[in-house]
């Protein structure tokens, strides 16, 4: 028995394996091209703008609720004929095509081309202070909410390229960015280190880790600091703080299957969202860890549907072998 002639097995030309911007608008774009997509929502539905207030950076909407922007995303995906489905990938076998994912409820996906639209999603201090001040000055994303901070005071956590270029960039609006490392020596490479340590709105705290961030129903106040050295504590007062101590790609289902950076990042040919299997695409979040915004993930996700389209039309698949109407369609 072939793959797709199991029971309990729905078969695709293209499933979209998440439901953030990349994941919706390869759906409306794998729609529109009559490929009849099925698109697995997976954990999050809407992705990591479902968790966010004002996004103030989505073209044609001057601000617009992170949660109000995915959902109208959604029906349009909905209203585009995109069959979305209530389920999360447990497993992928990519080995040869039709390709096979499983979900956690044991449905079988079947496909000629997969669009991963996983994401990632940032690493945070593990707080419990930290989670009750997230949107209300606590972001992992000074693109996002830097905007927010003008002549304010913020804190930036972590010693990376990620840490210093935020607060570079907090410093186009932040009256003073602290940026608070563990160590005494930064992990960002020199050019960073050199802007960072130019930049006269910026102050070094080193040897220093977050302990608490303290705050009140107006939102975050300071963050309390305990010295690396000695555990001594002290307090510094701040209105946001910046947690930008990496991101985690959600790959693990792939390892082994798809070429990886050595951080979990999906490797695809550069202008493009190819993968390293002909007929898989990675769309958004889960391949770039530069830009990390909702338009670009859509950007990516309009080309990944677009290149599986042009994949599916020069080859004759196991399902358009079957059948007949769209063989001669596509041949
Ligand atoms: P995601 O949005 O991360 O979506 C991933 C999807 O994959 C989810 O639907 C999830 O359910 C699904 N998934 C994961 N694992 C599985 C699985 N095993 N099976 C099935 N599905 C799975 N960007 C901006 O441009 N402007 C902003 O103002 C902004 N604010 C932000 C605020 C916050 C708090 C955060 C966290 C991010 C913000 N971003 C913002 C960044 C933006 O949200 C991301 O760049 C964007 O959502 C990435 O889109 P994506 O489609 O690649 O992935
Ligand atoms: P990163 O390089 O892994 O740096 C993470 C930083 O966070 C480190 O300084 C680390 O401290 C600190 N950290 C980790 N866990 C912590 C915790 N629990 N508490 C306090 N601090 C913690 O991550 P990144 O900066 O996000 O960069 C990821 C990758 O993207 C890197 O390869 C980076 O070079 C690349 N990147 C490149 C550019 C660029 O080239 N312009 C821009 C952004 C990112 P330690 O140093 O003590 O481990």
Redesign the pocket.
Known sequence: MSKTEEPNVRHSKVLIIGSGPAGYTAGVYAARAALSPVLVEGPQPGGQLTITTDVENWPGDESVLGPELMARMGEQVRKAGVDVVGDLIVEVDLTAAPFLAIGDGGTRYTADTIVVATGASA?W??LESETAYRGSGVSACATCDGFFYRNRICAV?????????EALYLTNFAEKVYL????D?????R??QARLHANPKIEMIWNA??AEVLGDTGGVTAVALRDTRDGAISQLPVHGLFV????DPATALFKGQLHMDD?GYILVTPGSTATSVPGVFAAGDVQD??FRQAVTSAGMGCMAALEAERYLAGHNTHAIAADGADANLLN
């Open positions: 690493r201090l593990g956590v972590g010693g990376g390229n990620t840490a210093v270029e608070i490392h563990r160590r020596t930064l992990r960002a490479d050019t960073n880790e977050v930008a101590i990496g991101h951080e860890k530069l």
